[in-house]
Nanobody
């Protein structure tokens, strides 16, 4: 059974930092990542990382976020720095398995506001 357990998001002031984590279990995941969805907008890629460490970021990241993973723990981390109000969204963990399947976490709210 596949499970994705996300850490809690939270309320952060503009310019602040937050780290999200997602522990995946149930199979080997080739790619782990984070997407986000703001009200009235489509879900978009924040960042994803392969087991080998290859990464891809959304254009809006502009060097502010860093994705990493611990393959032994099947956990992905997203360190977000220099947060802006426009980063406010529900953040979703995503896991893709070559064994078949594209899985999503339940989502965690990140709010950037003073």
């Amino acid at each position: 059974q596949v499970q994705l357990v996300e850490s809690e998001g939270g309320l952060v002031q503009p310019g602040g930092s937050l780290r999200l984590s997602c522990a995946a279990s149930g199979r080997i995941f080739s790619v782990l990542g984070w997407y986000r969805q703001a009200p009235g907008k489509q879900r978009e890629l924040v960042a994803r990382i392969s087991r080998a460490g290859s990464t891809k970021y959304g254009d809006f990241v502009e060097g502010r976020f860093t994705i990493s993973r611990d393959n032994a723990k099947n956990t992905v981390y997203l360190q977000m720095n220099s947060l802006k109000p426009e980063d406010t969204a529900v953040y979703y963990c995503n896991a893709w398995s070559a064994q078949g399947g594209d899985f999503w976490g339940q989502g965690t709210q990140v709010t950037v506001s003073s």
